[in-house]
Structures are given as structure tokens and as C-alpha cells.
């Protein structure tokens, strides 16, 4: 398993954020939705050792995250898009993703060319040498997918990658999403049901810093009925699986 994670559990204050949750994914795409504050982010955080669960285990890439050595190791073949992130305004969209290049220890002599494939794979590489503050708010998040995928990564963690991509835009990602899942762990977080429904394999919603469902698109949409709320046969999956649990 690509990622393994067994009961862990965060509290910010008296707020149990992950509440013995269980995770276990491996190569291909899956999706990853939720209510707002369900823990998405909280549990990508986790995934991307940027936050260290309270309590539980996590392993990674077949190692168990602990000392520095085994987190140098796996953040090597990282690769994560946070929900908002921060660049130099000033930086060119190339320097941006070489910087994460160098960051994750990739050999100088493989950069160019990574760098230069993954603006490329997002459609960025007409834009390399213009700064990354004259970018469009899609556009940088783009970028953001590009930092994310030049190492070639074995886990991939994005959250709401398309958050903010034009449909044309959005039907690429999905078929990038498609070609990277094939030798990659893939987690993608969304409120967008449909790039779930056309992109992924797999499926967890979360709620209530609780996994309540995992399985297939076809799956989840199959829980749902003509009484759900939803636009769409999974739409009402995801409605129905919800108000279920919290029955
Ligand atoms: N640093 C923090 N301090 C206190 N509470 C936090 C912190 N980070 C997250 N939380 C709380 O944890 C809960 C889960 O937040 P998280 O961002 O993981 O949810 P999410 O599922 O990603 O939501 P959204 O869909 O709105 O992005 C929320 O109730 C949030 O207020």
C-alpha cells in the first residue's frame, strides 16, 4: 500500500478534527469528499507530513513516518498541492517549480527537463518565463499542479486541484489525472462531484473527521435514491451515504 494509515486522530483544542480515521490507497486516482470542515484538508496535511497526527500510525510509501531520515525519504517522492499556497510574486513560473524541484533534492541535472515536461503536462509552458503575480488565478494553480508533479511522484496529494480551472481547463486535468494514476497513488480532494465521478477509481468521503464511505463512483452512486437531494446519480449517492450516518 502506497499509503496506510491507521487510527489516527488530530484535536486543534477540544475539536476532534480526525477521529480514528483509516486510510489505505494504492496506485490510481481517488477521490477524496466531504462536507466544509470534515477534515479533507487536515487529513492531505497528514498525508503530506506537513501535520503530525495525535495519535496513530502512518506509513508511507512502505515506510513508517518517524525520524528525519524517513521523512527525507518520502518527501523525496511527494508530491503536494495545498488547498492555498504561497509563492514569490516575482518569481518566474519556471523559477517557481524549479525551486520545488531543488526543494525535493531532485539531481540538478534533471531539473530543466522535469520542469520544462511539467508546465508542459499543465499547459503552462508558454507562460514559463512570465512572473508568477501576471498569472490568472486558474493559471496558478496551475502552477501549483506543476510543482506538485515534477518529481514524478509515487504519492500525489491535491487538494482542489480544480478549484478555479475553466471547464475546458478542468477536462485536461482529468485526463492528466487519468495518465498520472497509472504508476501513482493519486489522492484528489473536491466539492466537485463530477471530476470524481469521471476521473477516479476509488472514493472516500469524510465527514466529521470520520471515513464513511469507500468504494467505487458506481458504488456510491448506487447508495443513493430518486428521494436524494442531487443532480446527478452520485450527487444523490453522496447525499444519501451523509444523512445515513448522521440519522
Ligand atoms: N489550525 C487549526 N486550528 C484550529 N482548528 C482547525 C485548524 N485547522 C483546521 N481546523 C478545524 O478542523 C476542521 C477540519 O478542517 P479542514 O480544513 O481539514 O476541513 P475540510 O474538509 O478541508 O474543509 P473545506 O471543505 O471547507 O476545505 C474544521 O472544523 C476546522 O475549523
Known amino acids: 500500500m502506497t499509503v496506510d494509515i ?8 477540544r475539536r476532534v478534527v480526525l477521529d480514528d480515521l483509516d ?18 484538508t487536515t487529513l492531505m496535511r497528514v498525508l503530506a507530513t506537513v501535520a503530525r497526527p495525535d495519535a496513530g500510525a502512518v506509513r508511507l510509501l512502505g515506510t513508517p513516518i518517524g525520524d528525519a531520515k524517513a521523512l527525507r525519504r518520502v518527501r523525496r517522492q511527494l508530491g503536494y498541492l495545498p488547498q492555498s499556497f504561497g509563492f514569490y510574486p516575482r518569481f518566474t513560473v519556471r523559477e517557481f517549480v524549479e525551486y520545488f524541484a531543488w526543494l525535493k533534492e531532485m539531481p540538478a541535472e534533471r531539473i530543466p527537463v522535469a520542469v520544462d515536461r511539467a508546465l508542459e503536462r499543465v ?23 506543476a510543482q506538485a508533479i515534477v518529481n514524478d511522484p509515487r504519492l500525489l496529494l491535491l487538494d482542489e486541484p480544480t478549484a478555479g480551472l475553466d471547464p475546458e481547463q478542468r477536462v485536461e486535468f ?39 464511505f469507500s468504494g467505487t463512483p458506481e458504488q456510491l452512486a448506487a447508495a443513493g435514491g430518486d428521494g436524494d437531494a442531487g443532480d446527478s446519480a452520485i ?3 453522496y447525499t444519501a451515504v451523509l444523512r445515513a450516518v448522521r440519522a
Not at 487510527?7 to 486543534?12: A, D, H, L, Q
Not at 486510510?23 to 479533507?40: C, E, I, M, Q, R
Open 23 to 40: 486510510l489505505a490507497l494504492d496506485t490510481g486516482v481517488h477521490g477524496l469528499l466531504g462536507p466544509n470542515g470534515a477534515g479533507k
Open 174 to 212: 482529468r485526463a492528466l489525472l487519468r495518465e498520472l494514476g497509472v504508476d501513482a497513488c493519486v489522492l484528489v480532494s473536491t466539492h466537485l462531484v463530477e471530476d470524481v465521478a469521471v476521473a477516479c477509481e476509488r472514493v472516500s468521503l469524510v465527514d466529521g473527521g470520520r471515513l464513511i
Open 6 to 13: 491507521e487510527k489516527i486522530r488530530i484535536r486543534y483544542g
Open 123 to 145: 499547459g503552462l509552458l508558454d507562460r514559463a518565463d512570465d512572473r508568477m503575480r501576471t498569472l490568472s488565478g486558474g493559471m496558478q494553480r496551475r502552477a501549483g499542479i
Open 235 to 237: 450527487e444523490r449517492g
